[in-house]
């Protein structure tokens, strides 16, 4: 049973507009969810995270939001550039800080010029 | 951000050598660290959590005599592949936390012929 779901495989969007991605999870005791990037034969790299406590959070091109009851978030990247596609994963965690992460499967985003 | 570094980035082995994989946090300590296993297209598959002084503790299906996960000091974890298969082929990546957010290593791809 898959608890974190990103139900896109790919995105494609052009230069100058926005991505939105999109991610749902099942288990109500995630509390701390965070978004990676990747680029094929590398390791993840750490974009942005929220609280379950919050609703949104900001850090430069790149926002989350969050909603807790429909145990739904997107990731929001203004403006799109051509370095920003990749493969996106959504991750999120328990109440334990050194908890395991459960990582949906991904959705590659292409951003054409 | 924190800084994990992996090594190496890149082995050929033949069938039936045993192979290892480090994993350093370079600016942090880190009691746990975990081992990634990712196929082509695949999500990031947990294998097992690292433990620094213990015994690593494996995922369901993940066999702890071939992946042997050794943490002997707070900044260095090694996984070694014992017996080498084509089958264990793969992309390996490590993780460590110096709190809720997990930073990754370049990953390891490993091919077995």
């Known amino acids: 049973d898959q608890q974190v779901k990103q139900n896109s495989p790919s995105l494609s969007v052009q230069e100058g507009r926005i991505s939105i991605l999109n991610c749902d999870y099942t288990?109500?005791?995630?509390?701390?969810f965070l978004w990676y990037k990747k680029y094929p034969a590398e390791g993840p790299t750490f974009l942005i995270s929220?609280?379950?406590?919050?609703d949104k959070n900001e850090d430069g091109r790149f926002t989350v939001f969050l909603n807790k009851s429909a145990k739904h978030l997107s990731l929001h990247i203004v403006p799109s550039q051509p370095g920003d596609s990749a493969v996106y994963f959504c991750?999120?965690?328990?109440?334990?800080?050194?908890?395991?992460?459960?990582f949906g499967k991904g959705t590659m985003l292409l951003v054409s010029p | 951000g924190a800084v994990v570094s992996q090594h190496p980035s890149w082995v050929i082995c033949k069938s039936g050598t045993s192979v290892k994989i480090e994993c350093r946090s370079l600016?942090?300590?880190?009691?746990?660290m975990f081992w990634y296993r990712q196929f082509p297209k695949q999500s990031l598959m947990l294998m097992a959590t690292?433990?620094?002084?213990?015994?690593?503790?494996?995922e369901q299906g993940v066999e702890k005599d071939k992946f042997l996960i050794n943490h002997a000091s707070l900044t260095l974890s090694t996984l070694t592949v014992t017996s080498a298969h084509p089958e264990d082929s793969s992309f390996y990546i490590c993780?460590?936390?110096?709190?809720?957010?997990?930073?990754f290593g370049a990953g390891t791809r490993l091919s077995v012929l």
């Open positions: 690292s433990n620094e002084g213990s015994k690593a503790t494996y």
């Open positions: 600016d942090f300590q880190a009691t746990t």
């Open positions: 991750a999120a965690k328990g109440d334990s800080g050194y908890s395991t992460l459960t």
């Open positions: 929220i609280s379950s406590i919050k």
């Open positions: 993780s460590a936390t110096p709190g809720y957010i997990q930073y």
């Open positions: 288990n109500s005791m995630f509390d701390y």
